[in-house]
């Protein structure tokens, strides 16, 4: 009889079964072997930014291939959805099974893996000089301890097109700088059969960047907008909510495409890139893909002010980064490589491979060969610039309040006007769910004041 | 006759009730515990009801609850899309072998896939609508409007899933002793009759037992539609409650309110499958007297 169709008994099967659970059981153990800080051994990197800094997967990839070549440790990366990186980590680490490196947005997106002690703090893993310069920002400390690096930047703020602003009698060397001019600028491009602004906001990622471009402005600290998400100031306080009024006058207006709630964020900003649209909100990481689209025609400026906070005005920037899961099996090889992600090569050939802008005092501006570029880099990073504060936002704000508001708004069945009740509610409710992380919140306010 | 200790029996039966017990009890058991604790990481204090007490006054969780409540609506739509078509088939039109597969093939894809490709023919000035105006219909905002982003919803959601119901039913028909309904139709009986009363009543098992299936599908199974097609907005319009759990046990971080709602949910579907089994024993009933 054929071996392979011959009947098992019960007796091998459970010789097979235990063989089976065995070998299981052994691998994680030969697998912990393999680590120990000296080299040579393998460690997994949970990653995402490819979305968002098209092209900056060239630049992980060659800087693995280099580690690898310099130390002899192999690291394997896993490139993951938007939605899931950080959702997906919590849970890994919740199981005890973390990636060695993981992606980490920055503020409460990693803050709140801090409190549950998935993620190490790096200081005494990672040299203090990287530490320091690596971008991480003051929203990635807590209690005296850092628990990311920087990765590249991301700034905030609104693309236009400079020969459509010609075109509507505009200057397109000098984009609008207050509310009011603005408006006029928008009503000029409107005037003259283009649209002013389109996007995107079915996903609600666009009504994150308008939110924070502009409550921003109204505020004088960042802990000012911590003490707005944890209810010790009123979002009913008309400055809290202007922003908001602001949007409906742009959508009464009719200066923001009419399809803007049926479509996501890359899908609303594409009519810019095709030439069809003078503006749109956009990061300074998606630069370079407008750029090649629009050449010479791309301008890039700060969301115009009608608040008068201390904040108001100055650049918005934020930075992605990576920090070490506590449960990861190799510490002092995951701190080796975050460090030299930031030696002077790998920050060049951050430039030069991907185009991204790297997270790091210590790089060269002057490597970059792009005026336009440079400029935007050396104004939105190394010069004055303020922090995300939607990375303070519990996720409750976001999807019940930041979403619903913005969406409803550009639907025509909210008033600006009523976002500050909305805010309220979802502000007290976000309480009453989460009383344990109230506390939290309220010691990194602290941090954040000083 | 041969002896059996008494215990004998429990004990062959342990290795599988064990096996069962933990695939499925122990999952169960974990959610019910976790909906009443504050779960951070792996778990929390105990709460008690306090999870259940937070969802019942948070408007977002009445709103998803009152929209799953909604789409309820498309059984019957699919109920009656499928029978109609199912019969249809059933007379053996012309090419009825392929009108089957291409009624099929969209309950092959995965809901992803149908979710983005919906996501893009509905938008504003996407194909549907393009359609629309070229025969000067207009064209609404499909998904950007708050009170056709649902029915939207249910459109998708209808389209794929009438696959199935229309095989359900065909295989069904394709079983029923032909003489029956040769028989009738010599007798005289015209299409609607042998419908109302060869045809019908031979499916009752069968529509009681898709009705189930469909209303336990809008309840519990429309998560991939709902988040490739709208994201729950615009607003909250079409947040239902698998997107709520979704919400607070991965985004919000709170897996035990996340757990609390899917105890109610469980239960409300639960409650279901309790009217299929009581409708089915009853119909058994009849047909014994």
Redesign the interface.
């Known amino acids: 009889m054929d071996p392979l169709s011959r009947p098992i008994s019960r007796r091998q099967l459970l010789r097979y079964t235990a063989g089976g659970i065995a070998v299981a059981g052994l691998g994680p153990l030969l697998a912990a072997c393999g680590g120990g800080g000296g080299g040579g051994g393998k460690l997994s990197m949970w990653w995402w930014g490819d979305q968002e800094a098209v092209g900056v997967k060239k630049w992980v990839d060659d800087t693995i291939a280099k580690f690898k070549e310099q130390t002899g440790t192999t690291i394997d990366p896993l490139l993951m959805d938007t939605n899931n990186v950080i959702p997906k980590f919590t849970n890994a680490a919740a199981a005890g099974k973390p990636p060695d490196i993981q992606f980490i947005f920055n503020g409460i997106y990693h803050m709140e893996n801090v409190w549950l002690g998935y993620l190490a703090p790096l200081n005494g893993l990672v040299s203090d000089n990287v530490l320091k310069t690596s971008g991480a920002t003051v929203l990635s400390d807590f209690e005296g301890k850092q628990y990311r690096v920087g990765f590249y930047i991301v700034g905030f703020g609104l693309e236009y097109n400079k020969e459509l602003f010609s075109k509507a009698g505009l200057n397109a060397d000098s984009p609008p700088k207050t509310w009011d001019e603005f408006l006029n600028a928008c009503d000029k491009l409107k005037s003259s059969g283009v649209q002013p602004l389109t996007g995107g906001i079915k996903d609600g990622f666009l009504g994150e960047w308008y939110f924070v471009n502009t409550l921003t402005q109204a505020l004088d600290s960042p802990a000012e907008a911590l003490d707005l998400f944890i209810g010790k100031l009123d979002w009913r306080e008309p400055k809290y909510h202007e922003h908001w009024v602001k949007l409906q006058e742009l959508y009464d207006n009719g200066f923001i495409n009419n399809d803007i709630n049926s479509l996501e964020l890359y899908q609303g900003i594409a009519p810019f890139n095709d030439g069809k649209a003078a503006m749109t909100i956009n990061t300074t990481a998606a630069l370079p893909d407008s750029q090649s689209k629009l050449g010479d025609k791309l301008g890039y400026f700060v969301m115009p002010t009608f608040g008068s906070g201390k904040m108001a005005g100055i650049p918005i920037t934020d930075t992605q980064g990576f920090g070490i899961p506590t449960k990861g099996h190799d510490h002092e090889d995951a701190a080796k490589f975050l460090e030299f992600m930031h030696s002077p090569d790998r920050l060049k050939a951050m430039w030069t491979l991907s185009k991204a802008l790297p997270a790091d005092d210590t790089f060269d501006s002057s490597l970059i060969d792009d005026p336009f570029l440079k400029g935007v880099y050396d104004e939105w990073w190394k010069g004055t610039h303020n922090v995300y504060v939607a990375d303070l936002m519990p996720t409750l704000f976001w999807t019940d309040a930041m979403f619903v508001a913005s969406q409803k708004i550009l639907a025509g069945t909210l008033k600006g006007d009523q976002t500050g009740d909305l805010a309220a509610q979802v502000t007290e409710k976000w309480k009453k769910q989460n009383p344990d992380l109230v506390e939290k919140y309220t010691t990194w306010g602290k941090d954040l004041a000083v | 006759m041969l002896k059996t200790r008494s215990w004998a029996p429990y004990a062959y039966v342990a290795p599988a009730a064990l096996l069962i017990g933990f695939i499925f009890a122990y999952p169960i058991a974990r959610v019910i515990d976790f909906s009443m604790r504050?779960i951070?990481?792996?778990s929390g204090p105990f709460v008690g009801l306090n999870n259940y007490r937070?969802i019942f006054?948070?408007?977002?969780f009445v709103a998803a609850a009152k929209h799953s409540a909604l789409l309820l609506v498309a059984v019957p739509v699919l109920l009656a899309i499928s029978v109609l078509v199912a019969v249809l088939l059933f007379e053996r039109v012309r090419g009825w072998r392929i009108y089957r597969s291409v009624l099929f093939f969209p309950y092959i894809l995965a809901v992803p896939i149908i979710g983005i490709v919906a996501?893009y023919l509905?938008?504003?000035?996407?194909v549907v609508n393009a359609i629309l105006r070229g025969i000067g219909l207009g064209g609404p905002?499909?998904?950007?409007?708050?009170k056709l982003a649902l029915v939207t919803l249910m459109i998708v959601i209808v389209w794929r899933e009438v696959g199935f119901g229309i095989v359900l039913f065909l295989a069904r028909l394709l079983s029923l002793p032909e003489e029956q309904i040769e028989a009738a139709r010599i007798d005289g009986a015209g299409w609607w009759a042998r419908l109302r009363h060869i045809i019908l009543p031979e499916l009752r098992g069968t529509i009681e037992f898709y009705c189930v299936v469909a209303a336990i599908t809008m309840l519990a199974w429309v998560f991939g539609y709902v988040y490739t097609l709208?994201?729950?907005?615009?607003?909250?319009a079409t947040v239902v409650l698998e997107f709520y759990i979704y919400?607070q046990g991965?985004?919000?971080?709170?897996p035990g309110?996340a757990s609390a709602v899917a105890v109610l949910l469980m239960g409300a579907t639960m409650i279901f499958i309790a009217v299929l089994f009581w409708v089915r024993s009853r119909a058994r009933e009849e047909e014994v007297a």
């Open positions: 504050l951070r990481g792996n937070l006054e948070d408007p977002t996501s509905f938008t504003l000035n996407g905002d499909w998904l950007g409007n708050e709208t994201g729950g907005g615009p607003g909250n919400n991965l985004r919000n971080s709170l309110m």
